[in-house]
């Protein structure tokens, strides 16, 4: 089992920058695959970005792909989502979840930590 805590929120201007970070406890971080999923006011959570466990594979939404960078340091229990050129419409809650299965099967989620973007 595993629990994960997101920090790293705020409020940005559009363009600007924001790097999340999402620490998590435990001795087998490493056997997780992790993903960073976000829900906007009114709208359902969608995925954001996701990396294997060993860091080697990464996947990103359409929305964020050239923009969100996802990485991970296995040694400090720790996944990061850089957040670069962000918009308005990237407004939202964001968490990071953990799965033995890459991309499905989430099952240990964080609170979220709240990104938002001025116009």
């Known amino acids: 089992q595993v629990q994960v805590v997101e920090s790293g929120g705020g409020l940005v201007q559009a363009g600007g920058s924001l790097r999340l970070s999402c620490a998590a406890s435990?001795?087998?971080?490493?056997?997780?695959?992790m993903g960073w999923f976000r829900q906007a006011p009114g709208k359902e959570r969608e995925f954001v970005a996701a990396?294997?466990?060993?860091?080697?594979?990464?996947y990103y939404a359409d929305s964020v792909k050239g923009r969100f960078t996802i990485s991970r340091d296995n040694p400090k229990n720790t996944v990061y989502l850089q957040m670069n050129s962000l918009k308005p419409e990237d407004t939202a809650v964001y968490s990071c979840?953990?799965?033995?299965?890459?991309?499905?099967?989430?099952?240990?989620w964080g609170q979220g930590t709240q990104v938002t973007v001025s116009s």
């Open positions: 979840a953990a799965s033995l299965f890459l991309l499905r099967a989430y099952d240990y």
């Open positions: 435990g001795r087998t971080f490493s056997s997780y695959h």
């Open positions: 990396i294997s466990k060993s860091g080697g594979g990464t």
